[in-house]
């Protein structure tokens, strides 16, 4: 009787095998695959906010591209909340994260808990905003941001035709957060291609306010924008003079300078003034077709966010990240490797080609 129910249960066991193993040569799916190859690996990608679409699209490209290389991917929106975004890589550090991707709201702050990831040979990169004053940052990703502020400039002197002497314009300045590293980078660029025609009376700024401390936007805010904005146009144009240029280098803070020009009585198409940006956002899309913006930086965030991946499957796996920048990123304590990739400036002239043509915006999406 022993024999005879061992018998039947080693018959048993051989159908399951067959049944549930799909046979030696059954080839494994593709995610099981891929998880395979990272090792089941727990990616932490910490974005500043979800309030501009540019990270939201920077946060979704990174998921979906780890995720499809087989790892475990936990992104989080701080909303521009410091605390919370260091109580976020806290956790991530907790949950056994194998490498870090930070796009930091303030990256002083994120000193200590970057020590943190460090004590526990956690790799960590940077994304497209330098996490300073910290040697535990391994590699950088980002966009030339220097040369943002250069081809902003550019554009600038080629469409008011600077170099061949027109002018006087008056202009009106707007930087970037003074707690993001990529906003004095980006301010360096745009005043080393127009500083020489404010010295020459070519663009007169009428506010006198050129300073980095003075033009500088705390958290890139569209409120904080307008705001000053409206202070500007009150306190040094209320009298008959013109606004011709206003630099912004974020799309966020051109709604806000457009909106202080309407409420001052500006129209589009009447002394409208030539506004810039950066980002691409839909809305700053929309607003170039309608003539509300003149132009604006694309960074088209599927690129960086292949590189930056890239870079987390070279250091996890044990290769050699590409890097095409070692000199330029000084974060204080460290020169870091970094990535960089390269901005398009972006008008009515090139917006099909450049937003439609590429695939990053749906033609009707922009009706």
Known sequence: MKKM????????????IAGCGGGDNAPASSSSSSSAQTGGKKIGVAMPTQSSQRWIADGKNMKEKLEKLGYTVDLQYAEDDVQAQVSQIENMITNGANCLVIASIDSNALVNVLEQAKANNIPVIAYDRLLMDTDSVSYYATFDNKGVGVAIGKYIEDKMGLKEGKGPYNIEFFAGSPDDNNAHFLNTGVFEVLQPYLTSGQLVCVSGQTSFDAICTLRWSQETAQKRMEDILSGYYSTGKNLDIVVSPFDGISYGVSAALEGAGYKVGQKWPMITGQDAELMAS???LSGKQSMTIFKDTRILADKCVKMVQAVL???????????????NKKIVPSYLCSPVPVDKANLQKELIDSGYYKKAELE
């Open 5 to 16: 129910l061992a018998l039947v249960l080693s018959c048993i066991m051989v159908l399951a």
């Open 286 to 288: 929309k607003n170039i």
């Open 317 to 331: 796996e044990g290769g050699q990240p590409e890097i095409n920048d070692t000199t330029s990123y000084n974060n």
